[in-house]
């Protein structure tokens, strides 16, 4: 890394914190090749948790595996910045307590909803993980299996419940989760819940166990698509493994 000296002589900045006299700091500036230099994404399997009984579950695929539908930047500051940062910070609220050996649905389910760092991580942690699962390179298309007659029976055809889905997802004020659930009498319903709530949760509205969960924050797709949430919720169509979604719903 170069170094360059810079000379601050801000004539304000010295006056307030510099008592008058001029002051010299060594800072590291990237050369133009590091600046036009590709950013080194790594790989899931570099994600690890810092501690604790969670663990991250890794990736099905590269960063760049979900290419076009879902960009390799994208893919790799949700895992490796924002799903980490859950998974860390779960760990450190239940170090200690009864529940650090829980699974994550069992936490889920006995959580206070008014212990917001619980509710929060428990569920950030739990979401992504499913998130990722349901995805895979070269998926999408119309579902298989058990889930496309339950699809099929309940909202008459594919078409139709992915314009509710995409419907709830738009409609979601704010950041939180679109949601496919198998309710206890095995029905299925599309519910959202808001930040990182799930259908796992007492304070749901609608309860029952997630097969499909797309993430609507921001950070999910704004590199891509900027505002167009619905471009997202479209290209999240193009990735679903329905073989994955059929074994959750076993
Ligand atoms: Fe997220």
Redesign the pocket.
């Known amino acids: 890394m170069k170094k360059t000296i810079v000379l601050m002589a801000s004539v304000a900045m010295i006056a307030t914190a510099c008592k008058n006299k001029e002051e010299v700091y060594e800072v590291d500036v990237p050369s133009r090749e590091q600046a036009d230099a590709p950013f080194e994404l790594g790989s899931p399997s570099d994600v690890k948790a810092e501690k604790g009984s969670f663990q991250m579950l890794g990736l099905n695929y590269e960063y760049n595996g979900l290419e076009p539908h879902m960009d390799a930047l994208t893919v790799a500051t949700?895992y490796g910045k924002?799903?980490l940062g859950y998974c860390n910070k779960l760990n450190e609220t239940v170090a200690g307590t009864d529940l650090e050996n829980l699974s994550i649905e069992e936490v889920l389910a006995k959580l206070d909803v008014n212990n917001a760092t619980l509710r929060n991580n428990a569920g950030g942690y739990y979401n992504?993980n499913l998130f990722w699962e349901i995805l895979g390179a070269k998926k999408g298309g119309n579902p298989t299996g058990k889930i496309a007659e339950k699809i099929n029976a309940q909202f008459g055809s594919f078409d139709n419940f992915k314009a509710e889905f995409k419907k709830a997802g738009t409609g979601v004020f704010g950041s939180g989760w679109v949601w496919l659930v198998v309710k206890d009498d095995q029905s299925l319903a599309i519910t959202t819940t808001a930040n990182q709530d799930n259908p796992l949760m007492s304070n749901a509205t609608i309860k029952g166990t997630p097969i499909i969960g797309l993430?609507v924050?921001e950070?999910?797709y704004y590199l891509k698509h900027k505002n167009k949430r619905a471009d997202y919720i479209d290209a999240f169509f193009d990735l679903l493994d329905w073989g994955k979604i059929n074994e959750k719903l076993q």
């Open positions: 949700h924002h799903h992504h993430d924050w950070h999910a």
